[in-house]
């Protein structure tokens, strides 16, 4: 049985003017259904990289990366969106809410460009908003909740499409350490409920919530333990 | 994704620019505005010329001596032959598909009845005269073809005469005094008011053709007692013009002598016709005028484009997060598009009530004649969304190329 996310030599180049960045240098590494993976490393080494290629928000220059099985290298740009759309959800640092909308819209969202009927969004929305303690808030406006109420919305809506890995590019970095011991017990719960989280942090008590830590230094793995 | 979500996205990004919307809007409420005004003028105009023509008499044939009739080119009209009662007799007998054929001669002379004076158009006609001109009669009767012949000194008197002598009373069986010779009014016809140039039409008296020639010597010209200055034919419903206009032609060649190959030393136009090509210059005005508006909902739809791409700025992070949740670029493209076309309708259907208003606001101040038909409703929609997806077309195809980590990462 192959792992959930394999990566094998993934490289990624960024060409600016007559300068190459290798943001990524040849990175291989397995990822098993159901971790819980912490990814740590200077600012610049590659983490948040690493991060879009295996949201399938971006494409390697080169190697190989297989999801579920599905090698997305090849894949065209509607395709990669249809496969996040099934297979991921995003928590990212800076919420990313839509604004003027209902934490109860935002929530729904993935599950618009999924063609699920109305009254289903709103059911499953609901449900997730819910299981992030935000049953209460459904028709508030982003500006009208707090920063860590705007992350678990952002959670909840990460989970509505029922994705099998969640990944979180410094899903605390905007919150204070009270808010951010919160939100990292939610990823607790979901990932002993089965989900294969990967987050980025620059926090070591935020990696140590993970049961494997990898950190990264100009673009390769310098270590990776469990 | 569905219509229905899309739209509700695009009112609310419009709602909360609602001041930018409006002002983008601008342009193409004027350019629906002014289309709309002018397709209503247009009509009204185009019916006004219609309801002339059927004043005139719809299917009326105008035949004088001369070369051309209408226009510049007055080819010897002065010089040529007279038309005679003759030619009269010959259209009406052996030119077939007409209604009837009057000639007319025309003088003016100085009316008095009982105290009062007044100066008028007398015209001598034949009683095929008044259905030709589509003249009714209200009261009364006119003159029969023997009492034309024997040249009675019979009158039929138009509103403005009744006005004027009468006071208004039925003149029917009064006596008046023409050029200081005394006639019996004994018919009147229904009023036609002014024509399109302001001529008073009812300022008029009709008597049999040969009294006023007798009486006045009207239509006399040379040696020709017989004279007639203006034939008039009128086609019976369904026949053709052309061929009735190309057999008077042939039967007054002949009776004119014209050689082979000469042309004609007269000239048989339809009054229709001529109404029309006259209109025709005037449509042409027109057509600057649908340029102009064509202009404004061009600068219009720039607008559209122009706030459209500062959207599609604005929300690039909003375009990434859509992306990254799975949005399709058709998705993204469709959102913008959809909020391009919702913006012009709204400015379309504000244009079409403010040129609906501004239609009549011009008729009322200009005294024009001003049509407004329910396609305008079409035009206004129509016109808006094709504005709208033209000009939307880009910016939503700019907004659907975006790649979703540089539009997540945008400031
Ligand atoms: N779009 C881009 N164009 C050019 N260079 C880029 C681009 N994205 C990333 N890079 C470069 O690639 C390298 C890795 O960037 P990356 O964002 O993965 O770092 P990171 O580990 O996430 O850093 P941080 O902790 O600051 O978020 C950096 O040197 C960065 O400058
Ligand atoms: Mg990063």
């Given at each position: 049985?192959?792992?959930?996310?394999?990566?094998?030599?993934?490289?990624?180049?960024?060409?600016?003017?007559?300068?190459?960045?290798?943001?990524?240098?040849?990175?291989?590494?397995?990822?098993?259904?159901?971790?819980?993976?912490?990814?740590?490393?200077a600012?610049?080494?590659?983490?948040?990289?690493?991060?879009?290629?295996?949201?399938?928000?971006?494409?390697?220059?080169?190697?190989?990366?297989?999801?579920?099985?599905?090698?997305?290298?090849?894949?065209?740009?509607?395709r990669?969106?249809?496969?996040?759309?099934?297979t991921?959800?995003?928590?990212?640092?800076?919420?990313?809410?839509?604004?003027?909308?209902?934490?109860?819209?935002?929530?729904?969202?993935?599950?618009?460009?999924?063609?699920?009927?109305?009254?289903?969004?709103?059911?499953?929305?609901?449900?997730?908003?819910?299981?992030?303690?935000?049953?209460?808030?459904?028709?508030?406006?982003?500006?009208?909740?707090?920063?860590?109420?705007?992350?678990?919305?952002a959670?909840?809506?990460?989970?509505?499409?029922?994705?099998?890995?969640?990944?979180?590019?410094?899903?605390?970095?905007?919150?204070?350490?009270?808010?951010?011991?919160?939100?990292?017990?939610?990823?607790?719960?979901?990932?002993?409920?089965g989900?294969?989280?990967?987050?980025?942090?620059?926090?070591?008590?935020?990696?140590?919530?993970?049961?494997?830590?990898?950190?990264?230094?100009?673009?390769?793995?310098?270590?990776?333990?469990? | 994704?569905?219509?229905?979500?899309?739209?509700?996205?695009?009112?609310?990004?419009?709602?909360v620019?609602?001041?930018?919307?409006?002002?983008?809007?601008?342009?193409?409420i004027?350019?629906?505005?002014?289309?709309?005004?002018?397709?209503?003028?247009?009509?009204?105009?185009?019916?006004?010329?219609?309801?002339?023509?059927?004043?005139?008499?719809?299917?009326?044939?105008?035949?004088?001596?001369?070369?051309?009739?209408?226009?510049?080119?007055?080819?010897?009209?002065?010089?040529?032959?007279?038309?005679?009662?003759?030619?009269?007799?010959a259209?009406?007998?052996?030119?077939?598909?007409?209604?009837?054929?009057?000639?007319?001669?025309?003088?003016?002379?100085?009316?008095?009845?009982?105290?009062?004076?007044?100066?008028?158009?007398?015209?001598?006609?034949?009683?095929?005269?008044?259905?030709?001109?589509?003249?009714?009669?209200?009261?009364?009767?006119?003159?029969?073809?023997?009492?034309?012949?024997?040249?009675?000194?019979?009158?039929?008197?138009?509103?403005?005469?009744?006005?004027?002598?009468f006071?208004?009373?039925?003149?029917?069986?009064?006596?008046?005094?023409?050029?200081?010779?005394?006639?019996?009014?004994?018919?009147?016809?229904?009023?036609?008011?002014?024509?399109?140039?302001?001529?008073?039409?009812?300022?008029?008296?009709?008597?049999?053709?040969?009294?006023?020639?007798?009486?006045?010597?009207?239509?006399?010209?040379?040696?020709?007692?017989?004279?007639?200055?203006?034939?008039?034919?009128?086609?019976?419903?369904?026949?053709?013009?052309?061929?009735?206009?190309?057999?008077?032609?042939?039967?007054?060649?002949?009776?004119?002598?014209?050689?082979?190959?000469a042309?004609?030393?007269?000239?048989v136009?339809?009054?229709?016709?001529?109404?029309?090509?006259?209109?025709?210059?005037?449509?042409?005005?027109?057509?600057?005028?649908?340029?102009?508006?064509?202009?404004?909902?061009?600068?219009?739809?720039?607008?559209?484009?122009?706030?459209?791409?500062?959207?599609?700025?604005?929300?690039?992070?909003?375009?990434?997060?859509?992306?990254?949740?799975?949005?399709?670029?058709?998705?993204?493209?469709?959102?913008?598009?959809?909020?391009?076309?919702?913006?012009?309708?709204?400015?379309?259907?504000?244009?079409?009530?403010?040129?609906v208003?501004?239609?009549?606001?011009?008729?009322?101040?200009?005294?024009?004649?001003?049509?407004?038909?329910?396609?305008?409703?079409?035009?206004?929609?129509?016109?808006?969304?094709?504005?709208?997806?033209?000009?939307?077309?880009?910016?939503?195809?700019?907004?659907?190329?975006l790649?979703?980590?540089?539009?997540?990462?945008?400031?």
């Amino acid at each position: 049985m192959s792992a959930l996310i394999e990566c094998r030599d993934l490289v990624k180049t960024y060409t600016m003017g007559d300068q190459t960045v290798r943001a990524l240098d040849g990175v291989s590494l397995d990822i098993e259904a159901g971790d819980y993976v912490a990814i740590m490393g200077a600012s610049g080494s590659g983490k948040s990289t690493l991060m879009n290629l295996m949201g399938a928000l971006d494409r390697p220059t080169a190697g190989s990366l297989r999801i579920a099985g599905e090698e997305l290298a090849g894949l065209d740009a509607d395709r990669l969106a249809a496969f996040r759309n099934r297979t991921i959800g995003f928590v990212f640092q800076q919420f990313n809410l839509l604004p003027r909308t209902t934490a109860l819209e935002n929530a729904a969202l993935p599950l618009v460009y999924a063609g699920v009927p109305a009254e289903e969004r709103r059911r499953r929305a609901l449900s997730r908003l819910e299981q992030v303690g935000l049953g209460e808030r459904v028709d508030h406006h982003p500006s009208q909740l707090s920063g860590g109420q705007q992350q678990r919305v952002a959670i909840a809506r990460s989970l509505v499409n029922d994705p099998k890995i969640l990944l979180a590019d410094e899903p605390t970095g905007a919150l204070d350490s009270q808010t951010s011991e919160d939100i990292m017990r939610i990823f607790d719960t979901l990932n002993r409920e089965g989900i294969t989280i990967i987050l980025v942090t620059h926090e070591q008590e935020v990696a140590e919530h993970a049961r494997r830590q990898i950190v990264f230094r100009d673009g390769q793995i310098l270590e990776d333990r469990s | 994704m569905n219509l229905i979500s899309s739209l509700r996205i695009a009112l609310i990004a419009l709602r909360v620019n609602a001041l930018r919307s409006a002002l983008a809007m601008l342009g193409v409420i004027i350019g629906v505005a002014s289309v709309i005004v002018l397709v209503s003028i247009s009509e009204g105009t185009k019916r006004a010329v219609e309801e002339q023509i059927a004043s005139f008499g719809a299917n009326l044939l105008i035949i004088r001596p001369g070369s051309s009739m209408f226009g510049g080119r007055h080819g010897g009209a002065g010089t040529a032959d007279p038309l005679t009662d003759s030619d009269v007799e010959a259209i009406r007998n052996e030119v077939a598909g007409l209604a009837g054929v009057s000639g007319e001669v025309n003088a003016s002379s100085t009316v008095v009845f009982g105290g009062v004076n007044w100066s008028t158009r007398i015209q001598g006609v034949n009683p095929d005269y008044f259905s030709a001109r589509d003249w009714t009669i209200a009261e009364g009767r006119t003159f029969s073809g023997a009492e034309d012949q024997s040249g009675r000194r019979y009158v039929v008197v138009g509103q403005t005469i009744i006005n004027e002598l009468f006071d208004g009373a039925d003149p029917v069986g009064q006596a008046i005094r023409i050029g200081g010779q005394p006639f019996e009014v004994i018919g009147t016809v229904a009023p036609k008011g002014e024509n399109s140039w302001g001529m008073d039409q009812d300022d008029i008296i009709f008597a049999p053709l040969n009294t006023i020639r007798q009486r006045f010597g009207a239509g006399i010209r040379g040696t020709q007692r017989d004279a007639v200055q203006t034939i008039y034919a009128d086609i019976a419903p369904g026949e053709s013009t052309g061929r009735v206009i190309a057999d008077i032609q042939d039967l007054l060649r002949i009776r004119r002598d014209v050689p082979p190959g000469a042309e004609d030393d007269f000239a048989v136009g339809s009054l229709a016709e001529f109404i029309r090509a006259r209109n025709e210059t005037e449509s042409q005005l027109g057509l600057l005028l649908a340029v102009g508006a064509a202009i404004v909902l061009l600068v219009g739809g720039i607008g559209i484009m122009n706030i459209m791409l500062v959207s599609v700025t604005e929300r690039t992070r909003e375009i990434g997060l859509r992306l990254a949740v799975g949005a399709k670029r058709r998705d993204v493209r469709n959102q913008f598009l959809i909020e391009s076309i919702v913006l012009c309708l709204i400015g379309g259907l504000a244009g079409l009530v403010t040129g609906v208003g501004g239609t009549l606001i011009y008729a009322q101040v200009g005294q024009l004649d001003i049509a407004i038909d329910p396609m305008i409703v079409g035009i206004a929609i129509g016109a808006s969304a094709l504005v709208g997806v033209f000009f939307g077309l880009y910016p939503a195809h700019r907004a659907s190329r975006l790649d979703p980590i540089d539009a997540l990462r945008f400031e």
